[in-house]
């Protein structure tokens, strides 16, 4: 690869990065010179051949159209009787006391109105349940009592023998698994990383590996043209957030389907 | 204006938007229009006038967060409904909130706003810390989270929440912050 293609790649990236940020920070979006950044790609657009590179031209197209986007909005709003400079706000919250920051809301607060209330229908079908609904003894038989003779101290060893107590928490698991995925690289196929002699240990690590997901250690990409799924493990957990809904993916771990992974 | 089968409407449009049948409160539009009809929006208008004379509004959140004039058919649709009080100074209590949680909710809401509806959740934080103790700020913007007054995304991104849309006039509150004389 030419310096000069490397180079182009490095600053497509660059503005591609510059761009998500100032889209979601809501920094001001006339921070990215857009006609500049136009002149500079169309440069190095003769340097492009592969699929990739014409991809990540106009991605980055796209992403300064959005920038464009923005920067008409922005202006719409300090024009608009709703724009109020934010160093002025910031200042003002900060010489405010708390009581007067008060008043202020109390202002301009208009609560939502509920209201609670109990219907006949909805009375009697609570009476019904009750009457319908088994004693507590039917529905938790009662342990049968167990004579104490005597107490007296076990070990870890002990209680781990008895299968009282496991190995490792559940989540010392989980986190094994991620480092695991993690050492694999940035994308790593999933079936390739639950593969296991036996098929129990398989289905234990495709287990696991759900959890590493659900609980945004890693994500996972669905290359549906290939039919192959693969993991992309992240540095640090992700926190979940009510804006974005996650998406349940059913994968079969049949044996059949092991077994030829594990003779591929 | 109100013949029978418009105050028949009416009344059941009071009880989709007084009683709650979702977590959320408040009736999608839709909902309204398959419950009332097509004209559900002139059944509101109706509504809306008896409300005014104790003090309460039927208040619109359009889903992409502005306020609308003329807002279409489909824009309505998705839109939320919710009754709120329209006469602030009528309110004798803040329902129990500490000064500092209403203060410090002011300063999220009004600084978020200040930058076009969305702030790094830390520059927030460090504006709260001038005045809360560093466990408090934390602690309440969690709060405002749960209740619908701020809302976060997975890059640590506060936004308004759908409560602070509906409840808080934006608008006045900025200009109100700005008329506070200063100690």
């Known amino acids: 690869m030419s310096r000069r293609k490397k180079i182009g790649r490095e600053y497509l990236l660059r503005i591609l990065s510059l761009c998500l940020s100032v889209s979601k920070k809501g920094v001001d979006p006339f921070e990215v010179e857009v006609k500049k950044i136009l002149n500079s790609i169309s440069r190095y657009l003769s340097e492009w051949e592969l699929p990739e590179d014409f991809k990540l031209d106009i991605e980055t197209l796209s992403q300064l159209s959005s920038i464009v986007e923005l920067q008409a909005r922005w202006i719409k709003n300090l024009s608009s009787s709703l724009y109020v400079d934010p160093l002025l706000i910031e200042l003002k919250i900060k010489m405010l006391s708390s009581e007067q920051l008060k008043t202020v809301f109390a202002k301009c607060w208009h609560p939502i109105v509920e209201m609670q209330q109990l219907v006949p229908k909805r009375v009697k079908e609570a009476i019904d349940y009750w009457n319908l609904l088994p004693p507590t003894e039917e529905r938790w038989p009662k342990l049968e009592d167990q004579k104490i003779n005597g107490v007296d101290q076990t070990t870890f060893e002990e209680l781990k023998k008895q299968g009282l107590i496991a190995e490792a928490t559940f989540e010392d698991s989980i986190k094994e698994m991620w480092e695991k995925l993690k050492s694999k690289g940035d994308e790593v196929s999933f079936w390739e990383f639950i593969r296991s002699d036996s098929y129990e240990e398989a289905a234990k690590r495709a287990y696991l590996t759900s959890f590493l997901v659900t609980y945004g250690y890693a994500t996972m990409k669905i290359d549906s043209l290939k039919e192959q799924v693969y993991l992309i493990p992240f540095k640090e957990q992700q926190r979940k957030t009510n804006r974005r809904q996650g998406v349940s993916i059913p994968l079969s771990i049949a044996k059949t389907e092991l077994n030829k992974v594990r003779e591929a | ?183």
């Open chain 2, 1 to 183: 204006m109100s013949t029978p089968s418009y105050t028949n409407k009416m009344k059941k449009a009071v009880q989709m938007l007084f009683f709650r049948r979702h977590r959320q409160p408040g009736v999608k539009g839709w909902e309204l229009k398959r419950s009332l009809g097509r004209d559900y929006m002139k059944v509101i208008q109706i509504l809306n006038n008896r409300l005014r004379d104790i003090g309460m509004k039927v208040k619109t959140v359009y889903e992409d967060q502005t306020n609308r004039e003329k807002p279409t058919r489909e824009q309505l649709e998705k839109a939320r409904f919710f009754v709120t009080v329209s006469d602030p100074s009528a309110i004798d209590t803040l329902s129990g909130w500490r000064v500092d949680d209403i203060a410090a909710l002011t300063a999220a809401v009004a600084y978020i706003n200040s930058k076009q509806g969305k702030a790094p959740r830390k520059e927030v934080e460090k504006l709260l810390k001038e005045k809360l103790p560093n466990w408090r700020v934390e602690k309440t913007l969690n709060m405002y989270i749960r209740r619908g007054y701020l809302d976060e995304d997975e890059d640590k991104i506060l936004f308004l929440g759908w409560r602070s849309r509906a409840e808080i006039d934006q608008k006045l509150l900025s200009t109100l912050l700005l008329k506070q004389p200063t100690e």
